[in-house]
């Protein structure tokens, strides 16, 4: 009979206790959405090909996204898909600031970029985060893959750049979604990687599911749960003791704390970081997860507001 032996302790990622006052993404979940004037929807805080900044060619771009029912968590994720059109594919996209369409539809002359004139086009951001993480499914044509950029800036900012001048860019994450299908929930984590000691003012989310202009026509990318992670600097709200895990025949026992404090995230990751068990706890809720892995150790993971606590357990 195997036995999960509980071992003192953890690794501690996230926020601190002072996440509320911490900057996050708008409606990085996709659960809200609301319908443009063409009569498709759109989730609340993001953009895309038909609310351009060429209301000329608005009418006639492709939609390139969907709401779909098949969520990592809640109701939605966002699908995006790569479309074929006018000889041409239009990548799947979706950003939080606003897409340039130039009158002639080429891919290769377009970009997306922050408009701090309009608070449609632009979300305010003013924290350093160590970390941007989320959940993809992917289902790339041959030789395509998805994309997520994300770039911290004061003032004016585009991407791709114009003449390589990225002087407002504060900082940046960037992540590549594999080559290949996966049709499972899969959580993927980027750093920010730093220019200069400066304090945004706006961050700029680009999301694809193409290899930009070079996409092709059927690639399918779908996100939920996008956040961004602190790294602690104070006192944590949640402790790790406070997660309680223990085993018993061949059963996952997971106790959580906080009743009332809304959804957890709970992983069970082998040693090369990869997910076995994945489910969502609410506070003070306890629950046993039945496992069938083999020997060796394991790290069950409870995720709440972007804190993270991590605990051993050895399986034999």
């Known amino acids: 009979m195997r036995k999960f032996i509980l071992t003192i302790s953890l690794v501690i990622f996230g926020l601190s206790s002072l996440i509320a006052q911490?900057?996050?993404i708008d409606n990085a979940s996709f659960e809200s959405w609301h319908t443009l004037f063409t009569g498709v929807e759109l989730p609340n805080h993001w953009n895309s090909l038909k609310n351009s900044d060429n209301p000329k060619i608005n009418t006639l771009a492709p939609v390139v996204w969907a709401k779909s029912d098949t969520a990592y968590d809640g109701n939605y994720s966002l699908k995006l898909i790569d479309v074929a059109v006018f000889g041409q594919v239009a990548t799947g996209t979706m950003t939080n600031?606003?897409?340039?369409?130039?009158?002639?539809?080429e891919a290769s002359e377009g970009f997306i970029y922050t408009d701090t004139a309009n608070s449609l086009y632009y979300t305010k951001f003013t924290d350093r985060p160590d970390s941007l993480t989320g959940w993809y499914l992917s289902d790339p044509a041959d030789g395509d893959h998805g994309n997520i950029t994300t770039i911290l800036h004061t003032g004016y900012a585009r991407t791709p750049v114009l003449n390589g001048d990225s002087t407002t860019w504060v900082g940046s994450a960037t992540f590549d979604f594999p080559s290949d299908k996966n049709m499972e929930w899969k959580r993927f984590s980027v750093p920010f990687n730093y220019y200069n000691g400066n304090n945004p003012e706006y961050i700029l989310i680009v999301i694809t599911?193409?290899?930009?202009?070079?996409?092709?026509a059927g690639s399918k990318l779908w996100i939920d749960d996008l956040h961004v992670v602190f790294k602690p600097t104070g006192i944590q709200s949640f402790k790790p003791e406070q997660l309680k895990v223990f085993a018993n025949n061949n059963q996952l026992h997971i106790a959580l704390p906080n009743a009332g404090a809304g959804k957890y995230q709970i992983r069970v990751l082998d040693m090369m970081g990869r997910s076995t068990a994945t489910t969502t706890m609410q506070g003070g809720e306890s629950t046993n997860l039945r496992m069938n892995l083999p020997t060796g150790i394991y790290f069950v993971q409870a995720e709440h507001k972007g804190e993270i606590i991590t605990k051993k357990v050895w399986l034999h």
């Open 97 to 105: 600031g606003i897409v340039h369409t130039p009158s002639n539809m």
């Open 22 to 24: 911490k900057s996050q």
């Open 209 to 216: 599911s193409g290899n930009g202009a070079q996409a092709k």
